[in-house]
């Protein structure tokens, strides 16, 4: 072995978390879209939840279908 050659060591994985370091804006701004995208979820996960809630309901009488389209009556 020539003493003169230098071995590099290997370098450590990059861990997944780096990007909070390395980039922190670009890294909340991707945690604030993901956070608006599972807000909307919630919200139309409970909207249609409740519309299957009245539809089911014992007084199907009462239901009445809402069009959220922003037709007419």
Request: hydrophobic content about 35%; glycine content about 10%.
């Amino acid at each position: 072995m020539n003493p003169s050659r230098v071995t590099s060591s290997p370098s450590p994985s990059p861990s997944p978390l780096r990007i909070f370091t390395r980039h922190p804006r670009l890294a909340l701004a991707g945690l604030a879209l993901v956070g608006t995208g599972l807000g909307f979820r919630h919200i139309s996960s409970t909207y249609r939840d409740n519309e299957a809630a009245q539809k089911n309901s014992a007084a199907q009488n009462l239901y009445v279908s809402v069009d959220r389209s922003g037709g007419g009556i």
